[in-house]
Structures are given as C-alpha cells and as structure tokens.
C-alpha cells in the first residue's frame, strides 16, 4: 500500500543553523512529491512541488528539496533557518492515477531556537 | 492567487446537531476536498468531489456527508454531530488534469462538538 513517512515528530534547531526534514514514500512508480508548511492556526501553504526532471526543486521562502529514487525519498532543506520558519511540515504523495487522492504524511513540527 | 475560503474559523456545536461547513474557492477548480486534521495522525481524507454534483469517499467517511451543487462550493455536513468529530476541518482545491498540480487550502475551521 502507498504511504508516506515522516520519521521526525518534533526537530529543534537554532535560528541560523541549517535544517533537513526527512520525507519517505512507499509508491510503485515515480510519485508526484509535494512540500506544505502550517502555521499556526492557519491551513496549509505549498513550498514545492516535484513531478519530474531536476531532482533538485527549489521553493518559497529559502527552501529546497531533493528527490533520491534509490531512497524513496524527498528531504526538504533549508541552509539558515529563520524563526519565523517555526511551524509544522507536511510531506504528501499525489498518487493521482485517477483518485485525484493525496497521502499525507503525519507531519514534523519544527521549533526555532533564538 | 487561488483564494478557499473556509466560512468558519472556529465554530462550536452540541452532540446530536446537523453541522454544516462550507468551503468556496475562486478559481474555478473542478476538484475539491475536504480533511481533517488530529494531532498525530496528520491528515485524512473524508470527501472529495472532482466535479459538480460529483463525489466519491475518501478514508473516513463515516458519520459524514457531502453536497456541491456548484462548482465553487463544496460542502461538509456532519449529520449528527459526536464528540469524537471534534477536529480541525480543511477544505482544499485543485485544477484537474495530471499530478502536478496542487491542491491549494483554505485556513481551517476548528469544530468543538460538546
């Protein structure tokens, strides 16, 4: 069955420091890969999206994910963490194929340091 | 920008009530959801509608229901509201067509069932 893992429930790191959230999919041929951040209170804002060619996407505000084939994996990055970065990260697979459906994974809050 | 609009942001209802939330999004996108959001579980599909008068189950369906009548609208009716619906309700859209496409939020209504 397709899924999504986020492995890190909660990350801590400091303002300026850089961060890397881990995102694995479980999905027989090559998924569309999706990056949403939640504020507090708020619904769900889009950083990026891949869906094919450079494996490298960049996003808004600083951020940029890598997707790996071999790992399954799409990591988001983000070289000098802010602290309004402080939120909570959503991992989703569109495993579109005509059930228009997402899978989300269970989410990483991120605390920010000052 | 893609504006959903969530006619809620915090609402508070009484075991046994029928509970509407509506949703309205203004680029005229065919396909609509709606989710829920728990601590710890991420978030979970209960309807989606990927056209007017359409709609198919998503993972929890269960003591919920669905109408859009119009394509901007699409609407979450809990018909006998229980405690355990307690949650954060999230409508989202999305242009059909292939995978890359994302689907765009609105903030959220935060439903107390008492």
């Known amino acids: 069955a397709q899924s999504v893992t986020q492995p890190d429930i909660h990350i801590t790191v400091s303002e300026g420091a850089s961060l890397e959230l881990r995102c694995n999919y479980s999905?027989?041929?090559?998924?569309?890969l999706f990056w949403y951040v939640q504020s507090p209170g708020q619904g769900l804002q889009l950083l990026l999206k891949y869906f094919s060619g450079d494996t490298l996407v960049q996003g808004i505000k600083g951020f940029e994910a890598e997707f790996k084939r071999s790992q399954s994996s799409f990591n988001l990055r983000k070289p000098s963490v802010h602290w309004s970065d402080a939120a909570e990260y959503f991992c989703a697979v569109d495993i579109t194929s005509g059930t228009y459906k997402y899978i989300f994974g269970t989410g990483t809050r991120l605390k920010v340091l000052a | 920008d893609v504006k959903v609009t969530q006619s809620s942001r915090y609402l508070v209802k009484r075991t046994g009530e029928k509970v509407f939330l509506e949703c309205v999004q203004d680029?005229?996108?065919?396909?609509m959801f709606w989710y829920r959001q728990d601590p710890g579980l991420g978030l979970r599909l209960i309807y989606f509608s990927y056209d007017v008068k359409m709609k198919e189950k998503g993972d929890i369906p269960e003591g919920y229901s669905v109408s859009r009548e119009k394509k901007e609208r699409f609407s979450l009716i809990l018909e006998s509201a229980s405690t355990n619906q307690t949650s954060m309700y999230l409508c989202a859209s999305r242009r059909t067509g292939e995978g890359n496409q994302p689907q765009h939020f609105g903030d959220g209504t935060r439903l107390s069932i008492l």
């Open positions: 999905y027989g041929a090559t998924p569309y």
């Open positions: 680029m005229d996108h065919e396909n």
